[in-house]
Every structure is written in C-alpha cells, then in structure tokens.
C-alpha cells in the first residue's frame, strides 16, 4: 500500500480515464456489452482502490462515519427493494454482484462513494457547509438522473413502472441531502486531488452510454 500511495495525482487521474474509456467502449458496443456487463462490479473496486490511494484526509475521524454511511445505505436500499414504499418498486438485477435481502452489497458503497466526491467537488466551490450539502445532493440527483437508463439497460436494476417514478428522485433527494448534511455537521474536510475526475470520467461514462441505447433504440424502431 505504502508504494501505491507514492504514485503520483497525474498517473491516478490518467489511469481514471484509460479505464473509464474502455469502459464506455465495451460498453458501447453489442458484441462485447454482455461481457463488460459482469464487470461493473470491477468498477466499484477501482474507484474504491484509486479513492484509499488518493485519498488526504483525517481517516481517524473519516472512516467511522464512511462505515456508518456505506450501511445506511445500504439498509435504505434493503428497505427500498423489499417494500417499495421508498424510491418505488424496483429490483436488483444480477451485474452488482452478491446479495443480502435482494440488495447488492455494493451498493453501500455506491452512496459513500457519491456522497464524498460531491462533497469534494462542491467543496472547491464554496465553503459553507450548508451550501455544501445542497449542491452536493443536486450532484447526486442528476448523476442518478444520467444513470437510470443505461441501469436498467445493463441490468444493474429495473422498474415495474414503464418510466422512473418521481418518487425515485424525490428519494434520492431527501437521503442524499441528509447523508451530505450529516457529514458537514460532522466537519469532517474530504481531500482527494482525483475526486472529482473519479466522478467525471463515471458521469462521462453514463452520458455517452445514454445516447448510444438511444441510438440503438431509434434505429431499431
């Protein structure tokens, strides 16, 4: 661990968009989508490796609360999938990987992870935490906003509904707001020079994957 936190910002942010760039490749094509579909949880291990690599802040305070934020919500999804009465009725498909009560471990992770490289992006923008927490929660809405599609697509998980239910952004919205609001209150300061360029190139991913399954979708018809 000790040699790969000598690796320098610039190698990390350039490893971010190779990796990304396959990626939106594989995934961008027919032939090989249903391979690069069984590795998205390859993602989620990545960014997990390049945030610890990267990552400068006080992990004494940080890592409780990270652990406390990646069962939370975890256990909001459990409650979501299994009862529908929080973001609609939906369920998981089988590309995030192992289960617990219909949910992907995972996907705990998917919520700290967002949670701190929105809080880090804001935070180059403003200091005042409750500012902070808002835009950090608008972050997260349209990055879920760009994601559903190509989710469902990809099998990451489905709606019963023919679209995504207002109640999903809704959702997304309050919890993400509170999970943001309680890490300002907490004044834990997040530093991690590839924050940002994690999400970015994670966003960019999603965008591009959007308008290729329009595409698709368009000239099937």
Not at 52 to 62: E, F, G, N, P
Not at 65 to 85: K, P, R, S, W
Not at 144 to 161: C, F, K, Q, R, Y
């Amino acid at each position: 661990m000790t040699r790969l936190k000598n690796i320098s910002t610039e190698q990390i942010k350039k490893f971010i968009w190779i990796f990304y760039s396959v990626g939106i490749i594989g995934l961008g094509l027919p032939w090989t989508r249903v391979f690069f579909t069984y590795l998205i949880p390859l993602n989620f291990l990545v960014a997990f490796v390049v945030i610890i690599i990267a990552d400068r802040s006080d992990q004494k305070v940080l890592l409780p609360f990270a652990v406390v934020l990646f069962m939370l919500g975890f256990l909001v999804e459990v409650i979501g999938v299994n009862t529908g009465l929080i973001f609609g009725d939906f369920f998981f498909g089988k590309t995030l990987g192992p289960k617990i009560f219909g949910t992907p471990i995972l996907i705990g992770w998917n919520w700290l992870m967002l949670v701190y490289c929105t809080t880090i992006i804001v935070s180059q923008v403003t200091s005042h935490r409750y500012f902070v927490s808002f835009l950090a929660t608008v972050l997260m809405v349209v990055f879920d906003m760009v994601l559903e599609n190509p989710a469902g697509i990809m099998g990451m998980w489905n709606w019963d509904w023919a679209h995504v239910p207002m109640q999903n952004y809704l959702a997304w919205f309050i919890i993400s707001w509170i999970f943001n609001g309680a890490l300002q209150l907490r004044r834990i300061k997040l530093v991690n020079p590839v924050a940002g360029t994690l999400f970015a190139a994670q966003f960019v991913l999603f965008l591009f994957l959007n308008l290729v399954f329009f595409l698709e979708q368009t000239l099937a018809l």
